[in-house]
């Protein structure tokens, strides 16, 4: 590979140099290696190919992933299985007492761990979309398909993490009729997809990327995929024809347990590939996407109860101030489109200010019920909004100041906020927001409405917002 345009083999990565001399011997002619085929440095050959990404990785014909390569000067195919963890050699047991006729390896079971990639954004959705993979895991070899995972030590699970609307199964796109009775919280093909959709979202966004810009560009692939399905205008990570669900996104930590639970959200910072100076925010959503921040999101689950919430358009108390559409921008509606730092929803809603106290959230919790809040959570993350229209100063706030418990999408901008304003998107949940200097809003986090002050927001006249 010396020859005129080509690339000397001997210069490449060693992972590189790795995957060819794997390639090769399993008889396959093509290959595609993004850091290779992807003119470095070249923004205009960059974004065309990320838009490609679907039919590179949904056609091929087997992906290879380096999971226990934390870079391309480490290499994948030497499994250094034990290494620091003090592991024991497989075990040779004769089959029948002698050494004649083969000999039977007993060993621990591995992880099945895939490695440092698992973590990388933009291998999320490689994995994804191939329809077949073989994985260099940390500690074994796997191979991946729609059905399930096969692990090298026989270790053999069902693929739970790929969604149906990416198996290419055909799904009908078809308006759906109405559920029978007794089966309302049957799940049409669009809310299926919709479901899978933020399933997939919560992985990504435990997924870290070097460049932050890049969050859109990660996950175009599966977005082309979904919207096939969906039918819908897609904004800045949110499908219109769903937005009052994708809107009232949560920070995994404020209202789940498990692993999730221990990781912050935080604004992206600059990177050595960002445009930004060290230091400066990077602003790369609207602050009403789940892309305005870093850290594992999730949205509302399709239990019964909450399926027939969001079909029912009178438990709604914004809608699109235009027509049916929550956007007068069409240029940045598309799946394609990979930078979207900015993009205004223009909406009608009851919009209240209200206060913000430091006081403990624990007894006003108990003298409430709480829909979808631990007491736990809400005692450590919460904050009390009371009404600002009492005249009760700093004094104690009563129960019947309470307006609901809220939660700051980023911890540290909670500090030095007195007032916010308040917007239900539903009858019992809507958004922490603050005013900027040009009378437009952007979102500061959540909040969980006491039941009894449903009323005192729709008494208030109604507005028009714009959400930036």
């Known amino acids: 590979m010396t020859g005129r345009g080509g690339i000397c083999v001997s210069r490449l990565a060693r992972t590189h140099r790795e995957v060819i001399s794997l390639v090769r011997a399993l008889g396959f002619r093509y290959l595609w290696i993004d850091a290779l085929c992807i003119i470095q440095g070249d923004a205009a050959d960059w974004e065309r190919e990320s838009k490609t990404m679907a039919r590179v990785y949904g056609n091929a014909a087997l992906t290879v992933i380096a999971g226990r390569s934390a870079g391309s000067k480490d290499g994948f195919v030497t499994n250094e299985l034990g290494k620091g963890k003090n592991r024991p050699p497989p075990c ?13 390896m007993i060993d621990l079971r591995r992880s099945a761990n895939i490695g440092p990639v698992s973590g990388r954004g933009w291998c999320f959705q490689e994995r994804m979309i191939s329809p077949k993979a073989v994985v260099f895991g940390e500690e074994q070899l796997s191979f991946v398909c729609a059905s399930g995972f096969f692990h090298e030590d026989g270790g053999v699970r069902e693929n739970r993490l790929r969604p ?37 979202l919560t992985q990504f966004t435990q997924c870290s990327l070097s460049n932050p810009h890049d969050v859109f560009a990660a996950i175009t692939a599966v ?36 692993p999730m639970s221990h990781t912050f959200t935080t604004r992206p910072s600059s990177t050595r590939l ?18 305005a921040v870093e850290g594992p999101i999730a949205h509302s689950t399709f239990t019964p109860l909450l399926v027939a919430r ?22 940045l509606s598309g799946v394609d489109v990979l930078h979207m730092p900015r993009y205004e929803l223009h909406l009608t809603g009851h919009i209240v200010k209200v206060r913000v106290r430091e006081e403990s959230v624990a007894s006003y919790f108990k003298s409430r019920k709480w829909n979808n809040l631990s007491s736990g ?76 002050k449903e009323g005192w927001f729709l008494d208030r006249s109604e507005d ?5």
């Open 274 to 291: 960002t445009k930004e100076k060290s230091g400066e925010p990077v602003i790369r959503a609207p602050s009403w996407s789940w892309a």
């Open 223 to 258: 977005a082309q995929q979904a919207a096939q399905r969906i039918n819908s205008r897609y904004l800045a990570g949110l499908w219109e024809c769903d937005i009052i669900r994708g809107l009232l996104w949560r920070p995994c930590y404020q209202f789940q347990s498990g």
């Open 92 to 104: 040779a047991l004769p089959l029948d007492g002698t050494t004649t006729s083969g000999t039977l």
């Open 164 to 200: 149906k609307f990416l198996q290419q199964i055909p799904i009908n796109v078809a308006p759906s009729p109405s559920p029978p009775p007794g089966k309302a919280s049957a799940l049409t093909p669009t809310e299926e997809t919709l479901k899978e959709w933020y399933g997939i």
């Open 377 to 452: 959570k809400a005692i450590r993350h919460g904050v009390l909004l009371v009404r600002g229209d009492t005249g009760v100063g700093d004094g104690e706030p009563t129960l019947g100041d309470l307006v609901g418990i809220g939660f700051f999408d980023v911890r540290e901008e909670r500090d030095g906020v007195d007032e916010v304003w308040c917007l239900p998107i539903m009858r019992d949940m809507g958004l922490i927001l603050k005013k900027k200097a040009d009378g437009k809003f952007a979102r500061l986090g959540w909040f969980v409405l006491d039941k009894e």
């Open 464 to 468: 028009e917002i714009c959400l930036c």
């Open 310 to 331: 969001n079909r029912d358009e009178k438990y709604r108390t914004v809608r699109p101030t235009e027509g049916d559409k929550w956007s007068r921008d069409d240029r």
